[in-house]
């Protein structure tokens, strides 16, 4: 039986080494593929290999479907009781009876607070980094594209803004606005915008200088064409791995703002106003400050693990941004 020849280029680079290349021939395809495997080198060989989530990737997809799925059904499941109404128990601790998360002071059920509390606090981090990521994305690819007068009063913007401490700034803001859910979500969005802008605006300063966008400029195509269908696809892989990552830090700041007293009205029911709920409490019952706070941890462990793999999957360098 005929020895199967070797297809992929990795293969063919190990088969080749320990053999003369004068005494193999090769077909086009693996032509292709040796050729490929030598100028891209142990990076392209082994590229598909490290494409896949893993083990670790497809927990982070499940626990982001769980919180997902808390956040647009949890208040109608029949089994989540309104936090608001069900006053239970007025034990404390983790071992109040028949309650998985305990109770708090006043006798309501931790894990309704922290079901009930999911759609708030994922509408303020994915809807401030949509925000960002709209707002930002385009201010980041206009500045990276026109590098005269426009992009550098662009980027000085995002300079003093990125300049001005974010916290401060989201605490002005909410201050000044409101503190109902959506007027937190559009603060921490313009806290987010200048991140993005930055993002978007160093990848767009190198994609705008390869050869294509090159080409299509001596084609005569406008400036809106070579953004929108050259520059754009390129810079959004590296902008959505570092949206996930800001979805991530917008939850850490939503709790920060709650701690200070310049969250959203306590009388909305979210994971940061849980753990400001329980500060009072939290020698007698730490359950309801640990108990959200673990929630975060892992929704934001999850976060940062699919942010690294997307940024992996599609080879997106950190040196370049």
Known sequence: MPEQSPD????????????????????PEQDAAYFGAVVGGPEATGRKHRNGLGFGGWLAVIWMALILFAAIFGPYLPWIPDPKNDVGDLR?????TGHIFGTDSNGRDVFSLVVNGTRNSMIIGIGSVVMGFLVGGVLGIVAGYFKGRIGGALGALTDILLAYPQLVLAISIVTFLGDSVWLVTFALGIVSTPVLARISRASTLSWSEREFVIAARAQGAKHGRVMIREILPNVIPAM???????????IIAEAGLAIVGAGVNPDQITWGNIIESGRADITDAPNIVLAPSIVIFLTVLALNYLGDVLRGRFDVRDSAL
């Open 92 to 96: 404390l601790g983790w071992f109040a």
């Open 8 to 27: 992929t280029g990795r293969e063919l680079v190990q088969e080749l080494e320990r053999d003369d290349l004068s005494h193999h021939t090769l077909t």
């Open 240 to 250: 959505v791995s570092i949206a996930l990552l800001g979805i991530a830090v917008v």
